[in-house]
């Protein structure tokens, strides 16, 4: 970049042209997004006054970014932010990264709990606090306790409960349903970690840079998930619901779990790309 450039648009487009051939997504949308974050504004201020000029510290700050940026680390830990079911999330390399086919996992617990209806839904490893924090803003009525093993990701997802002024939800730091001795839910969702830990892909992208403790459960990523179906009977309420994400290849694995532990209406599910992510089944009527 040469010395005597301060415009926003001449700034956009060398640092476009820098990241070229290191992004997959777009490298201009890329850029204007670490622009916007720099300079604290929206990525509509960019465009609309691009002849603006950086001062020397947000053009500094602005070239560590995107040098950052192109050794590979998540756009998400460098904004700090990331946006989930329109509810804009604080990250750190403390929580996982909420993915977009996450979503799919919070609409289908939503279609489990009237809207008017006051009850009692646990998150498993809330991270950021993602899933919890999105059904308990579309379900107002309803108690949510998010739960995670890392005392680091739970003040994240608390300080983004007070930031988006979500107030009927509160936390705990447990592992899976270590802390919840004797409590039960009308619905538990959990997306744990499910990649196997010889994964090459733990190697590759924003997933070198994300906790391995979300993400990666045992040789065979099945791990967390065995130990989260075989508990959850005992914290459902009689037709509770238990909603699980899992990896691309592991819904045969998962249908068996659930059905090993009696649950019953079991339905795999595909997130919006058309891959196998999920499974869903209800707590028997009849169990203890
Ligand atoms: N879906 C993530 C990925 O493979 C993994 C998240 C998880 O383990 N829960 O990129």
Redesign the pocket.
């Known amino acids: 970049m040469s010395s005597g450039v301060t415009t926003l648009a001449q700034i956009l487009s060398d640092a476009t042209a820098s990241l070229r051939n290191a992004e997959t997504e777009s490298p201009q949308f890329i850029a204007e997004l670490l622009l916007a974050h720099v300079i604290q504004q929206p990525r509509s201020y960019i465009k609309a006054g691009p002849e603006r000029a950086l001062t020397a510290a947000q053009h500094a700050q602005f070239q560590r970014l995107v040098e950052r940026r192109l050794r590979g680390e998540p756009v998400a830990y460098l904004t700090g932010r990331r946006e989930f079911w329109s509810l804009d999330l604080e990250v750190t390399s403390a929580t996982?990264i909420p993915?977009a086919?996450?979503e799919t996992l919070v609409e289908l617990a939503l279609q489990r709990i009237p809207v008017d209806a006051t009850f009692h839904v646990a998150d498993l490893g809330t991270g950021s606090g993602a899933i919890a924090l999105a059904i308990a803003h579309e379900r107002p009525r309803c108690v949510v306790l998010a739960t995670d093993i890392s005392a680091h990701a739970l003040s994240v997802a608390q300080s983004n409960a007070q930031r988006l002024e979500i107030k009927n939800i509160s936390f705990r730091h447990s592992a899976w349903f270590a802390g919840l001795r004797g409590e039960r839910f009308d619905v538990i969702v959990s997306?744990?970690?499910?990649?196997a830990e010889h994964d090459i892909?733990l190697q590759r992208g924003?997933?070198r840079f994300e906790p391995q403790l979300?993400?990666?459960?045992g040789a065979d990523?099945l791990c967390d998930l065995h130990t989260i179906v075989q508990d959850a009977p005992a914290h459902l309420g009689a037709e509770g619901w238990l909603l699980v994400?899992h990896?691309y290849d592991q819904q045969a694995a998962v249908i068996d779990l659930f059905s090993k532990n009696d649950f019953m209406e079991i339905t795999g599910y595909k997130d919006t790309a058309g891959v196998p992510r999920g499974v869903s089944g209800r707590r028997p009527s009849c169990a203890a």
């Open positions: 996982l993915r086919e996450t997306n744990p970690p499910y990649v892909h924003d997933l979300a993400l990666s459960s990523g994400e990896g």
